[in-house]
T-cell receptor
């Protein structure tokens, strides 16, 4: 049972435009959500997070939106840059402990 | 800056061998985790540990065991390697407080022949 799903395996955008990556979850007990970025041959690096008591968190070019009623979160990157090309994973944390449940990942390609 | 170090970047082993993957973190984190990453499946949790000498099963523990004798070190053991354990293995660590992210090592690409 996949509790965190990223339905788009890949996304391609032009440099300077907005990238929107989406993530859906099924477990209403998740209280914290995170996005990670992963380059080939490197481990995932933490990008941005949001608590379930908020609906938006912004950090520079990156904004995460949370819609609890729809059990949906999205990551917006504006403006997109070629260096943003990577696999993006969303992850969710339950209310007990520090373990995370990850989605399948979305490969973002930003074309110059 | 948090540093999570995995002992090998690439490893090739034979079916039936006992395989040890080592992970060390330098930030005194309580929690440590082992994942495997496979195409289309994302990161799946194998085992994790909240403290020295304790361990908990993740979502796919079959065929694996772990050891945490010291706070900074978390080992993943493949008791008898099989070809379906060929994968990218990622170690992570974190503090316990809410909002603290997990920090990952660069991974070990393990091939079982």
């Amino acid at each position: 049972d996949q509790q965190v799903k990223q339905n788009s395996p890949s996304l391609s955008v032009q440099e300077g435009r907005i990238s929107i990556l989406n993530c859906d979850y099924t477990n209403s007990m998740f209280d914290y959500f995170l996005w990670y970025k992963k380059y080939p041959a490197e481990g995932p690096t933490f990008l941005i997070s949001i608590s379930s008591i908020k609906d938006k968190n912004e950090d520079g070019r990156f904004t995460v939106f949370l819609n609890k009623s729809a059990k949906h979160l999205s990551l917006h990157i504006v403006p997109s840059q070629p260096g943003d090309s990577a696999v993006y994973f969303c992850a969710a944390r339950g209310t007990s402990g520090s373990r995370l449940t990850f989605g399948e990942g979305t490969q973002l390609t930003v074309n110059p | 800056d948090v540093k999570v170090t995995q002992s090998s970047r690439y490893l090739v082993k034979r079916t039936g061998e006992k395989v040890f993957l080592e992970c060390v973190q330098d930030m005194d984190h309580e929690n440590m985790f082992w994942y495997r990453q496979d195409p289309g499946l994302g990161l799946r949790l194998i085992y994790f540990s909240y403290d020295v000498k304790m361990k908990e099963k993740g979502d796919i523990p079959e065929g694996y065991s772990v050891s945490r004798e010291k706070k900074e070190r978390f080992s993943l053991i493949l008791e008898s390697a099989s070809t379906n354990q060929t994968s990218m293995y990622l170690c992570a660590s974190s503090l316990t407080q809410v909002g603290q992210p997990q920090h990952f090592g660069d991974g070990t690409r393990l091939s079982i022949l």
